[in-house]
């Protein structure tokens, strides 16, 4: 996690968040044998947590086709 986003608080919550949607979505929606990145930008953190799983959803579904 980059210095950009804010202090250690700040991208250790960004961190936690993706953690969390990591688990809740790419194994199910994940293509086998395929890592992820995933970059916070900021004003991730302040976003609502169902609008950020709703993006990760429709970047998984985008990196299938």
């Keep these: 996690m980059t210095k950009k986003i804010g ?23 994940g293509m086998p044998g395929t890592d992820f990145v995933m970059i916070g930008r900021s004003g991730g953190i302040e976003r609502d947590y169902g609008l950020l799983r709703q993006d990760l959803a429709k970047a998984l579904d985008k990196a299938r086709r």
Excluded: Y
Excluded at 18 to 26: D, N, P, S, T
């Design 7 to 29: 202090n250690a608080v700040v991208r250790n919550r960004m961190k936690r968040r993706f953690r969390k949607l990591a688990r809740e979505l790419v194994p199910a929606d």
